[in-house]
């Protein structure tokens, strides 16, 4: 007797897109948490520019915006970290429903991708400096969610 198999064959461009998703939520968890070590190395320094800084004849209103802005930055990275990995945790069960074809994983990775560059913005500052860094954290995710959006019709 002779089976055939009539599960719809997942296309090879989703395959692809699921990969590729999976080796960026892992990288994505691997830099938040060196991101940590890297904001902890910054708060040494900009308390050490600050000490510096008030030991000079005067101190400039740029350079205590930047520390304000720094700090902010500092006490509410470990908040904007586990929210990340919760997001990159998202994305990862959102390719693995994809992988298996139900249209609702699109959805979960939609959510676990634009909320994390959205929460840099109001975690992290408002800044210049941040605010490029969140368009340009943005450009990758929406060419995933649009490539993704393509394979719709391919799911449940």
């Not at 992988?99 to 840099?120: D, R």
């Not at 929406?142 to 490539?147: C, G, H, K």
């Amino acid at each position: 007797m002779e089976q055939t198999n009539t599960a719809p064959k997942r296309p090879t461009f989703l395959t692809v897109l699921c990969i590729l998703t999976w080796v960026g939520s892992v990288w994505a968890i691997i830099s938040l948490f060196l991101g940590k070590a890297a904001v902890s190395m910054a708060s040494g320094m900009a308390e050490g520019m600050s000490n510096m800084a008030e030991g000079a004849a005067g101190s400039s209103p740029e350079l205590s915006k930047a520390m304000e802005d720094m700090n902010s930055a500092v006490s509410n990275y470990d908040t904007y970290m586990y929210i990340g990995i919760a997001c990159a945790l998202l994305c990862i069960v959102g390719a693995v429903m994809m992988w298996q074809l139900k249209k609702m994983g699109f959805y979960v990775y939609v959510v676990g991708e634009l909320v994390a560059p959205i929460l840099a913005i109001v975690l992290l500052g408002s800044t210049a400096m941040a605010g490029a860094m969140a368009v340009l954290g943005l450009i990758i995710p929406i060419v995933f969610v649009v490539l993704y959006g393509l394979n719709l019709k391919h799911m449940k």
